[in-house]
């Protein structure tokens, strides 16, 4: 963009907190688009509140109260005169109501269109599409079930051990492994409060368990003209109670073909339900048996995006905004050349064993840097980290010409990072980095199920090869 371009918008509201808001933030002002920060009386001292144009306060510290209190965020975005909101990622990134609601107040929501976050942001409703448009899905029903008979007769049709996840939401919340019929009943109703709590719905899909299975993603850039291209994959197979912790690209080990076949097929799924703005299609991959399934559709923007713009130069956000304003994608599917191999892992204010979260006071903070340095963070020395939130403090990325050179980057950027006064689990990461399996890219989803990490853990065995299955 010339510095004499007219920006996107005039003003955007950050419907959003920490990392992210920041983020959102920086974009719009390299942009020209004023900002609005909204915050939390907890996080009146936060740093996107002290960065953005303006800002206000929208409610007491619980999340419910303010950060996903819809009222006070349009009170807010209609006091402050913006004409777009930007929801980062979580909180209301994919409640396809809020988005309805800017769009009858006048403001642009910027993220995907409503018709785009109830199809594909609904799991059950996302399989449907996925088999109508011939992309591979897990074995398993595309209806979401209340009823235990239903659900038990999809169960014994795809054969135990099943996998039980909410058809509403993500985040593993009410994601449930059952390995035998007896369990199923017990397990399903566990699942199904859990989901009621945390989404408002209780329906739930059963599929068939893949144990040993890696998890690829593959980011999506579309606008309203039609133009859909996809900037690469990541792995994002290293993950502890259904959460990420590490992403990267390329993914070590993945055949270039299936690689090609699962964009190929994400691109496919994309353009069959006319997606516009950044989203991101996810797959398992079976490696042994060379299939991969579709299993969910993120509308929104990603926590680990900071990975596809190291690989591929792109700037991810500053697109989203852009084709929420009508403009067409400045990037064309030839452009797209990834290159070497970057890492990103997830900070978080918890203890690296237990995880047991670290709110705190943050003494004193220094972030590493260096060529091929990132850090995504709001931390700041003399910050309180709240307990209100998610723990996620930070996200360090780093680039590098290839894998092996990209972990002792990432090691070397760890040892330099300091977080004094609450604890962290950045031990945790130096140890999987460290790991012979993840080196050798002998990794899937259960990883840190199979793996001793720290002495006093029990384990099955320290060599994936010798675990076919979860103990």
């Known amino acids: 963009m010339s510095l004499a371009m007219k920006p996107p918008f005039q003003k955007l509201l950050i ?3 920490g990392e992210i808001a920041l983020r959102v933030i920086r974009a719009c002002h390299e942009l020209g688009i004023k900002t609005v920060a909204v915050h939390s009386t907890a996080d009146r001292h936060a740093l996107h509140v002290k960065l953005a144009s303006e800002s206000v306060c929208i409610g007491p510290a619980l999340a419910k109260d303010s ?6 965020i ?9 004409d777009a909101i930007h929801p980062g990622y979580g909180f209301l990134s994919e409640n396809a109501a809020f988005a309805e609601i800017c769009g009858n107040c006048g403001i642009t929501f910027v993220g995907p269109t409503v018709r785009n976050m109830r199809v594909m942001g609904d799991k059950a409703r996302a399989r449907r599409a996925a088999d109508k448009a011939g992309v591979p899905t897990i074995p398993g029903d595309s209806q979401g079930l209340l009823d235990v008979p239903q659900a038990l007769e999809v169960a014994r049709r795809v ?12 985040g593993g919340r009410g994601m449930k492994i059952v390995q035998a019929e007896e369990e199923f009943q017990k397990l399903f109703h566990t699942a199904q409060r859990e989901v009621e709590a945390a989404f408002g719905d ?6 068939k368990y893949l144990p040993r299975v890696r998890h690829i993603e593959v980011q999506l850039l579309g606008d309203q003209h039609k ?11 290293i993950q502890r109670r259904y959460q990420k912790i590490i992403e990267e690209s390329p993914s070590k080990g993945l055949p270039p073909k299936m690689q090609e076949q699962i964009q190929d097929a994400a691109v496919v799924l994309g353009s069959s339900v006319g997606y516009s703005s950044a989203g991101t299609v996810e797959f398992l991959a079976d490696l042994e048996n060379e299939k991969f399934y ?13 990975v596809t713009e190291m690989q591929t130069g792109f700037d991810i956000l500053k697109e989203q905004i852009r084709v929420a304003a009508g403009l067409e994608l400045s990037i064309k599917q030839e452009d797209v050349q990834p290159k070497g191999h970057s890492l990103e892992v997830r900070v978080n204010a918890e203890h690296p064993r237990t995880l047991v979260p670290s709110p705190g006071l943050v003494t004193s903070y220094h972030p590493p840097g260096g060529n091929g340095v990132r850090v995504d963070s709001a931390l700041y020395a003399g910050y309180t980290v709240q307990p209100y939130y998610d723990s996620l403090i ?5 680039h590098a010409d290839d894998r092996d050179a990209c972990i002792r980057k990432m090691l070397v950027a760890l040892d330099e990072y300091i977080i004094d006064g609450i604890q962290t689990n950045i031990e945790l990461h130096r140890r999987i980095l460290k790991h012979p399996d993840f080196q050798a890219g002998r990794i899937y989803t259960k990883f840190l199920d199979h793996v001793k990490l720290f002495p006093e853990e029990a384990s099955c065995d320290n060599t994936l090869e010798k675990s076919a299955t979860p103990s």
Not at 67 to 72: C, T
């Open 67 to 72: 950060y996903l209190n819809v009222a006070s």
């Open 15 to 17: 419907a959003n907190r």
């Open 159 to 170: 054969g135990f051990p099943v996998l039980l996840k909410a058809c509403a939401g993500g």
């Open 394 to 398: 930070s996200k360090l990325i780093v």
């Open 227 to 237: 133009n859909l291209v996809h900037l690469g994959i990541r792995d994002c197979s």
């Open 202 to 207: 209780g329906h739930l899909l059963v599929e």
């Open 294 to 306: 579709f299993i969910e559709m993120n509308t929104r923007l990603q926590v680990e995006h900071p």
């Open 74 to 82: 349009m009170s807010a975005a209609t006091a402050t005169g913006v």
